[in-house]
T-cell receptor
Framework: GAVVSQHPSRVICKSGTSVKIECRSLDFQATTMFWYRQFPKQSLMLMATSNEGSKATYEQGVEKDKFLINHASLTLSTLTVTSAHPEDSSFYIC??????????????FGPGTRLTVL | RKEVEQDPGPFNVPEGATVAFNCTYSNSASQSFFWYRQDCRKEPKLLMSVYSSGNEDGRFTAQLNRASQYISLLIRDSKLSDSATYLCVVNRVGGFQKLVFGTGTRLLVSP
């Protein structure tokens, strides 16, 4: 089946530092990947759509200069949280749709990255 | 009104019980519906897609009622391993592949 990986699984950093999270599709190519954020006891919220070879599209209220997304290859998208602050502490999850399900809305999720900013 | 609403629970049931969850969605033009399962501090995992005709996968049955704009999930013969949060997910109208998640319904199955 489709496998999406993320790295790191957990990161603790000091306020003001930048953190890079990687999302990889392991057995398929993904021209589009999605980045979500989930705060405790809340639902997943879509942050942005990562497009291979072009700029990401951000959801309303998500600062594109704070959450930098790069989708340089068909199997890798990165999310960089710049100048992280405690309020950015959250569970960040990426997802992708494998080619065999192209045209559907079915998404498979990576294992997530738990970010804690001190 | 939220785009997707679910009863947060928790639903506490004994092993072997049958339990049902409902979910309502606000946009009548939605076309894709899913149930995902999320374990504590883990990523969501696709449980099943939901079709107008209803679909069944082992002990799990999902149904869609477009007229009333609700989706249901029925779990028969509950197992301890079914304990998790069940997320109702609907596509965002006008946003291809964009999904809207409910906050989830928590299920606790006890021995």
């Amino acid at each position: 089946g489709a496998v999406v990986s993320q790295h790191p699984s957990r990161v603790i950093c000091k306020s003001g530092t930048s953190v890079k999270i990687e999302c990889r599709s392991l057995d398929f190519q993904a021209t589009t990947m999605f980045w979500y954020r989930q705060f405790p006891k809340q639902s997943l919220m879509l942050m942005a759509t990562s497009n291979e070879g072009s700029k990401a599209t951000y959801e309303q209220g998500v600062e594109k200069d704070k959450f930098l997304i790069n989708h340089a290859s068909l199997t890798l998208s990165t999310l960089t949280v710049t100048s992280a602050h405690p309020e950015d502490s959250s569970f960040y999850i990426c997802s992708a749709t494998p080619p065999r399900l192209a045209g559907s809305d079915t998404q498979y999720f990576g294992p997530g990255t738990r970010l804690t900013v001190l | 009104r939220k785009e997707v609403e679910q009863d947060p629970g928790p639903f506490n049931v004994p092993e072997g019980a049958t339990v049902a969850f409902n979910c309502t969605y606000s946009n009548s033009a939605s076309q894709s519906f899913f149930w995902y399962r999320q374990d504590c501090r883990k990523e969501p995992k696709l449980l099943m897609s939901v079709y107008s005709s209803g679909n069944e996968d082992g002990r799990f049955t999902a149904q869609l009622n477009r007229a009333s704009q609700y989706i249901s999930l029925l779990i028969r013969d509950s197992k301890l391993s079914d304990s998790a949060t069940y997320l109702c997910v609907v596509n965002r109208v006008g946003g291809f592949q964009k999904l809207v998640f409910g906050t989830g319904t928590r299920l606790l199955v006890s021995p």
